[in-house]
Antibody, heavy 120, light 111 residues
């Protein structure tokens, strides 16, 4: 059974850092592109970042560029999101999502999400 | 302000048909990029409903269908059921932003 499970969320002060992780199982992790998508409380979905199969290709939303870094460890079937210089507007549930192997951008499996709260 | 525009809400009675529109521009849907649709039930993660404009993943009922024309796409739901009450999001790629973009979401209420 395909599963992606996020962890690492919590309360952090503005300007602080947090590292999110996503543990993948039930599929050949290295054969799939991965994404992070976030959802602020009561708001819609916002794409955050993408990483290719090997990790050499990475893309970010303008709102997080220069502050967030996506990475993956294919040997450990894990995805990460290093978040620095956090702002109040980064408060959201962060979802790890697998990209369909044949359809670019179609996110076919999502985790349950991990909540990040940026507040003093 | 989302790059893809959806109506904030739609509603319909059980058994009826509803459609949800997703309007983009020449840098996303109009440029030929595929549109995907997601269903988010209250308190849960989004679920892929339609991919590649009109294709249903395994397990999605054929009451759900998608289409695309020009700079817009639509999700149609026929034979509305109470369990269809959820938020629905469209998604595509935007070449100006060099990334995936979502619509603002549409809340479907089954009357």
């Amino acid at each position: 059974e395909v599963q992606v499970v996020e962890s690492g969320g919590g309360l952090v002060q503005p300007g602080g850092s947090l590292r999110l992780s996503c543990a993948a199982s039930g599929f050949t992790f290295s054969s799939y592109e991965m994404n992070w998508v976030r959802q602020a409380p009561g708001k819609g979905l916002q794409w955050v970042s993408y990483i290719g199969f090997s990790g050499s290709s990475r893309h970010y939303a303008d709102s997080v560029k220069g502050r967030f870094t996506i990475s993956r460890d294919n040997a450990k079937n894990s995805l990460h999101l290093q978040m620095n210089s956090l702002r109040a507007e980064d408060t959201a549930v962060y979802y790890c999502a697998r990209e369909h192997h044949l359809v670019p951008g179609a996110l076919d499996y999502w985790g349950q999400g991990t909540l990040v709260t940026v507040s003093s | 302000q989302s790059v893809l525009t959806q109506p904030p809400s739609v509603s319909g009675a059980p058994g009826q048909r509803v459609t949800i529109s997703c309007t983009g521009s020449s840098s996303n849907i109009g440029a030929g990029y595929d549109v995907h649709w997601y269903q988010q039930l209250p308190g849960t993660a989004p679920k892929l409903l339609i991919h590649g404009n009109s294709n249903r993943p395994s397990g999605v009922p054929d009451r759900f269908s998608g289409s695309k024309s020009g700079t817009s796409a639509s999700l149609a739901i026929t034979g509305l059921q109470a369990e269809d009450e959820a938020d629905y999001y469209c998604q595509s790629y935007d070449s100006s932003l060099s990334g995936w973009v979502f619509g603002g979401g549409t809340k479907l209420t089954v009357l």
